[in-house]
Nanobody, 130 residues
């Protein structure tokens, strides 16, 4: 599976951005997709993800809950991350990540071990100036 992110950029605090992830090379339903980020000097962290379970649950890390929204368009094989009320601490490289559905079926899978079966895009830079 191949993942290509787009939509990053430089914005001021309080503004919005929408990141997009184009998924190819595999059946969309065979994978669960999430967004991770890595800020300078920090470890990568899960931001938001969609479960591959029948309820398609959506999960967010506490710091973005209420500000970010993850969504998908299965027909277009796209996953989005709408980011509102951006803060300087949101500055990071954002990555689209795919895991097989048997991993992605877990509740809050993006905040747990990915079991070494994860696929990553090259990332897109988001910079929020205060």
């Amino acid at each position: 599976v191949q993942l290509v992110e787009s939509g990053g950029g430089l914005v001021q605090a309080g503004e919005s951005l929408r990141l997009s992830c184009a998924v190819s090379g595999a059946a969309f339903d065979d994978y669960a997709i999430g967004w991770f980020r890595q800020a300078p000097g920090k470890e990568r962290e899960g931001v938001a993800c969609i479960s591959s379970s029948s309820n398609r649950g959506k999960y967010y890390t506490d710091s973005v809950s209420g500000r970010f929204t993850i969504s998908s368009d299965n027909a277009k094989k796209m996953v989005y991350l709408q980011m509102n009320s951006l803060k300087s601490e949101d500055t990071a490289v954002y990555y689209c990540v795919a895991v097989p559905s048997f991993v992605g079926v877990a509740t809050r899978w993006c905040f747990q071990s990915l079991h070494g079966v994860d696929y990553w895009g090259v990332g897109t830079q988001v910079t929020v100036s205060s």
